[in-house]
């Protein structure tokens, strides 16, 4: 087994006798590693995987509770769109990634299993021994199978009198000397702090506060009192910070420090009182070295009656998010990055090209009348039930479904310089994406809002959409984007102006790159014909056929869709009336008027996917051995099991088709050829009804339970 691709010693082959000695330790070293297949694959395809230490488990918490905790930090990080790798020492292996036999017998071996560092993991292999491992342990193991991001509740530090015993955790001196980012909550407060951040300084290890303050934490506490070097935003930020970390050939770690979450902060000064009389206890009973933590820990926990535990649980269960959200960043940057013993990205993943979705960002309000009313009952006057903000928006909402799972997606779109811009920037930072592409218009420009009222059963009763800003989009924006990210999937939303769609239909033409809009509505739906009028009459394009490759409309849309394609000239003449028919009459479950319309277009649009509600979805699409022929035909719909929410779903349904094509990195053909067989698109379209589903049980548009494994988990 090939384990050579798993990364390995941090020794620079300077010469050639150097060379092959690495190449002998990584043949030797590649029996001591046990990787399961999850994290295997998700390694050798270039996917996101955050590391999770051990110790936590057996020292940290008691059975069941530790098990329980460890399964739940581990779907909070699949959650995020990466795969978690849990590791400790196990019968003479390091085994990065546990499964649920491994889980429990580290939770019941409790503080029998040995903490286990740099200094411990020789000793406990030869042995085979139990071993949890501690941060340094996970840090050194992390490196090995080359995971370059790892989650942990706090980090070791300098302790309090260190100038008289010398009692520095060998946490520190492995951020000096092993490249992974340790995402956490600061060091415990029972620690000198100062010192702690002196040690980091002269080890040259990059501390970097997360969010909107330079404020280091102190563990329970999100303020020591003491600044951090550096503060990120997102994670975008600390995604290029190990990035070049790692290009500059510098072999220490980074600490990402992440406050508590505030809901938790409130008990930390009843936590810090607690942590002063166990200290005092520590020092009566002559405790030291490794057993210092657990018994501070313990007792901590006893002295506030279980607060501390709670408030440990949640800091660790935010740093998994975090460090998801980083670690799907950095895989999502595309281009590979070496470390010194030259860990390599597939050559897939380098490959290939991002996402890029150009429409509307907008602020949602979902109201929901409570009480179950006929709407012929309804007067003027007010409802009880329930509101609901978020961000919405087409184009954002197809872009953060396409993020959700798993394809480095990035939104063009214009917002204004208000509350409600500055929240939408902020949220697409929060889950990961990068909002720099968003273009902040002049003052007086409103951000987007959508602004819907649904029945108690989730029904649309009415809505109010104000979308002036997003005519305001300009071309000079898309093709800076164009130009920095080289997409090879490019969405696009009717909301955006026509002079917008042409310029990005024009560029992705230029690039190769696979075009699928969505109409959005009724009176938005033909903005794509009138661009593509505009492309023919330039002379930009031979020819408007097939520089759009996917539409996806509802019957409505694409029945005014093919009429505006009439008046254009753009098509010749609607088909002949006995084949509409004939198909029409073949199940499809299309009538006459949406069949007619779906073959006017197909010169057009060779792939069309027709969303029909209740009943699924018809796809049109290039027959397999005759592609200027049409093959038009039914998938059924997936059900429900209770409709929150209307909002979003096809949204839903489109980004997870972005997110598909892009792990398909297929690219139009100079003949135009699009590279999909109908059972290709069927199997798509099938997939994309997963994430839906979800949108639809779910009271946000786009459900935050959505991740790569709802594609490609069958």
Same mark, same amino acid.
């Given at each position: 087994?090939?384990?050579?691709?798993?990364?390995?010693?941090?020794?620079?082959?300077?010469?050639?006798?150097?060379?092959?000695?690495?190449?002998?330790?990584?043949?030797?070293?590649?029996?001591?590693?046990?990787?399961?297949?999850?994290?295997?694959?998700?390694?050798?395809?270039?996917?996101?995987?955050?590391?999770?230490?051990?110790?936590?488990? $057996?020292?940290?918490?008691?059975?069941?509770?530790?098990?329980?905790?460890?399964?739940?930090?581990?779907?909070?990080?699949?959650?995020?769109?990466?795969?978690?790798?849990?590791?400790?020492?196990?019968?003479?292996?390091?085994?990065?990634?546990?499964?649920?036999?491994?889980?429990?017998?580290?939770?019941?071996?409790?503080?029998?299993?040995?903490?286990?560092?740099?200094?411990?993991?020789?000793?406990?292999?030869?042995?085979?021994?139990? *071993?949890?491992?501690?941060?340094?342990?996970?840090?050194?193991?992390?490196?090995?199978? *080359?995971?370059?991001?790892?989650?942990?509740?706090?980090?070791? *530090?300098?302790?309090?009198?260190?100038?008289?015993?010398?009692?520095?955790?060998?946490?520190?001196?492995?951020?000096?000397?092993?490249?992974?980012?340790?995402?956490?909550?600061?060091?415990?407060?029972?620690?000198?702090?100062?010192?702690?951040?002196?040690?980091?300084?002269?080890?040259?290890?990059?501390?970097?506060?997360?969010?909107?303050?330079?404020?280091?934490?102190?563990?329970?506490?999100?303020?020591?009192?003491?600044?951090?070097?550096?503060?990120?935003?997102?994670?975008?930020?600390?995604?290029?910070?190990?990035?070049?970390?790692?290009?500059?050939?510098?072999?220490?770690?980074?600490?990402?420090?992440?406050?508590?979450?505030?809901?938790?902060?409130?008990?930390?000064?009843?936590?810090?009182?607690?942590?002063?009389?166990?200290?005092?206890?520590?020092?009566?009973?002559?405790?030291?070295?490794?057993?210092c933590t657990p018994f501070l820990l313990e007792r901590i926990v006893e002295l506030t009656g279980g607060a501390s535990l709670t408030a440990n649980i949640a800091l660790v269960k935010n740093n998994a998010r975090v460090a998801s959200q980083i670690s799907l960043s950095l895989a999502n940057m595309g281009t590979s990055f070496q470390w010194q013993h030259k860990r390599k990205m597939s050559t897939r993943a380098?490959?290939?090209?991002?996402?890029?979705?150009?429409?509307?960002?907008?602020?949602?309000?979902?109201?929901?009348?409570?009480?179950?009313?006929?709407?012929?009952?309804?007067?003027?006057?007010?409802?009880?039930?329930?509101?609901?903000?978020?961000?919405?928006?087409?184009?954002?909402?197809?872009?953060?479904?396409?993020?959700?799972?798993?394809?480095?997606?990035?939104?063009? $779109?214009?917002?204004?310089?208000?509350?409600?811009?500055?929240?939408?920037?902020?949220?697409?930072?929060?889950?990961?994406?990068?909002?720099?592409?968003?273009?902040?218009?002049?003052?007086?420009?409103?951000?987007?809002?959508?602004?819907?009222?649904?029945?108690?059963?989730?029904?649309?009763?009415?809505?109010?959409?104000?979308?002036?800003?997003?005519?305001?989009?300009?071309g000079q924006q898309i093709s800076d984007a164009f130009g920095r990210l080289e997409p090879g999937i490019v969405g696009l939303d009717g909301n955006i102006s026509m002079l917008a769609l042409s310029t990005a239909i024009v560029l992705a033409a230029g690039k190769r790159a696979y075009v699928v809009f969505e109409p959005t509505s009724v009176p938005k739906c033909t903005s794509v014909l009138s661009a593509l009028?505009?492309?023919?009459?330039?002379?930009?394009?031979?020819?408007?056929?097939?520089?759009?490759?996917?539409?996806?409309?509802?019957?409505?849309?694409?029945?005014?869709?093919?009429?505006?394609?009439?008046?254009?000239?753009?098509?010749?003449?609607?088909?002949?009336?006995?084949?509409?028919?004939?198909?029409?009459?073949?199940?499809?479950?299309?009538?006459?008027?949406?069949?007619?319309?779906?073959?006017?277009?197909?010169?057009?649009?060779?792939?069309?996917?027709?969303?029909?509600?209740?009943?699924?979805?018809?796809?049109?699409?290039?027959?397999?051995?005759?592609?200027?022929?049409?093959?038009?035909?039914?998938?059924?719909?997936?059900?429900?099991?209770?409709?929150?929410?209307?909002?979003?779903?096809?949204?839903?349904?489109? *980004?997870?088709?972005?997110?598909?094509?892009?792990?398909?990195?297929?690219?139009?053909?100079?003949?135009?050829?699009?590279?999909?067989?109908?059972?290709?698109?069927?199997?798509?379209?099938?997939r994309a009804q997963r994430a839906s589903i979800l949108s639809l049980e779910s009271p946000l548009a786009i459900s935050d339970k959505l991740t790569h494994h709802i594609l490609y988990d069958d």
């Open positions: 087994m090939s384990f050579a691709r798993f990364r390995r010693l941090g020794v620079r082959a300077r010469a050639p006798f150097l060379a092959s000695q690495t190449r002998r330790h990584s043949s030797r070293l590649s029996s001591c590693l046990s990787v399961s297949p999850a994290v295997r694959e998700a390694l050798e395809s270039g996917a996101p995987v955050v590391a999770l230490e051990s110790t936590i488990i $057996s020292h940290g918490m008691p059975y069941p509770q530790n098990v329980e905790t460890a399964r739940q930090v581990e779907q909070i990080v699949k959650e995020n769109g990466a795969t978690p790798a849990t590791i400790a020492l196990i019968d003479g292996q390091i085994h990065i990634g546990l499964g649920d036999a491994e889980l429990e017998r580290l939770g019941r071996s409790g503080k029998s299993a040995i903490k286990t560092s740099r200094r411990d993991m020789a000793a406990v292999l030869s042995r085979r021994l139990l *071993g949890a491992t501690t941060v340094s342990g996970t840090m050194v193991a992390a490196h090995m199978a *080359g995971i370059p991001v790892f989650a942990t509740g706090g980090i070791g *530090g300098v302790h309090r009198g260190a100038e008289l015993t010398m009692d520095i955790s060998a946490d520190l001196t492995e951020l000096g000397r092993t490249p992974v980012a340790v995402v956490c909550a600061g060091a415990k407060s029972i620690l000198d702090l100062p010192k702690t951040l002196e040690f980091l300084e002269t080890q040259g290890v990059p501390v970097v506060a997360y969010g909107e303050s330079r404020q280091f934490p102190a563990f329970f506490s999100p303020d020591s009192g003491l600044l951090a070097p550096w503060s990120m935003l997102t994670p975008e930020q600390v995604a290029r910070l190990i990035k070049t970390n790692a290009e500059l050939g510098l072999m220490t770690g980074q600490i990402v420090a992440v406050p508590i979450p505030d809901e938790y902060a409130e008990s930390s000064a009843e936590i810090e009182r607690a942590i002063d009389v166990a200290v005092c206890e520590l020092e009566e009973r002559g405790i030291k070295g490794k057993e380098r490959a290939k090209r991002p996402v890029l979705v150009i429409g509307g960002a907008a602020i949602d309000i979902t109201s929901r009348i409570g009480a179950t009313r006929a709407t012929a009952t309804l007067s003027a006057t007010s409802y009880p039930g329930t509101v609901l903000t978020s961000i919405g928006g087409v184009g954002q909402n197809m872009a953060r479904a396409a993020h959700y799972l798993g394809a480095p997606t990035y939104l063009v $779109s214009a917002i204004g310089n208000d509350a409600h811009g500055h929240s939408i920037k902020l949220d697409l930072a929060r889950v990961g994406m990068d909002p720099s592409y968003l273009q902040l218009q002049a003052d007086g420009a409103r951000t987007a809002v959508y602004n819907a009222l649904h029945m108690s059963n989730g029904d649309l009763l009415v809505a109010v959409a104000d979308m002036g800003i997003n005519g305001m989009l300009s009028s505009s492309i023919s009459r330039s002379g930009a394009a031979s020819s408007a056929n097939g520089l759009v490759q996917i539409i996806t409309p509802n019957a409505l849309e694409l029945q005014e869709m093919a009429k505006a394609a009439l008046d254009l000239a753009l098509v010749e003449s609607a088909p002949p009336a006995r084949i509409v028919s004939e198909i029409a009459n073949s199940r499809c479950q299309l009538s006459v008027e949406t069949v007619r319309a779906a073959l006017t277009l197909f010169p057009l649009f060779p792939i069309q996917i027709i969303k029909l509600g209740e009943m699924g979805v018809a796809v049109v699409s290039p027959q397999l051995h005759d592609q200027s022929q049409p093959m038009v035909r039914h998938i059924g719909p997936l059900k429900p099991k209770q409709i929150v929410n209307s909002n979003g779903a096809g949204d839903s349904l489109v *980004g997870a088709m972005l997110a598909l094509l892009h792990s398909k990195q297929i690219a139009v053909s100079p003949a135009g050829h699009i590279g999909l067989s109908p059972g290709d698109i069927d199997d798509m379209v099938l």
